[in-house]
């Protein structure tokens, strides 16, 4: 049975001691256990995502977008994967899972082009006032 737990400032943390099963929609049977967090955990992601912020913000766009085409390698590379996580997660056929795991590569598709949207240029002349 696989066991879920919370990723927090770069490593794996169980929670809190409480969980709760996770079912396959298919079949209705219990396919999993999930780590329910504490008000401390969901403290300490919050702190570890703050922390981390600075350093993301000051990262140049060229340095991000290479974190994203590196993300989307990852995604195209695992796709049959990811479907078949999907499949199992939310009861949908693999060739459908196939489509929203391309649809998600779209997405990120799109963000790695934000460098050029963010140039700020214009056009003159497009109007008369």
Known sequence: MKNISHW???????GSGRTADVFDPATGEVSGRVHLASVAEVDAAVAAAAAAY??????SLVKRSRVLFRFRELMDAHAGELARLISAEHGKVHSDALGEVARGLE??????????????????????R
């Open 107 to 128: 997405v990120v598709e799109f963000a790695c082009g934000i460098p050029h949207l963010l140039k700020g240029g214009f056009s003159e002349g497009v109007s008369t």
């Open 8 to 14: 927090i400032g770069g490593a794996e943390v169980e």
């Open 54 to 59: 600075p350093a993301w913000r000051d990262a």
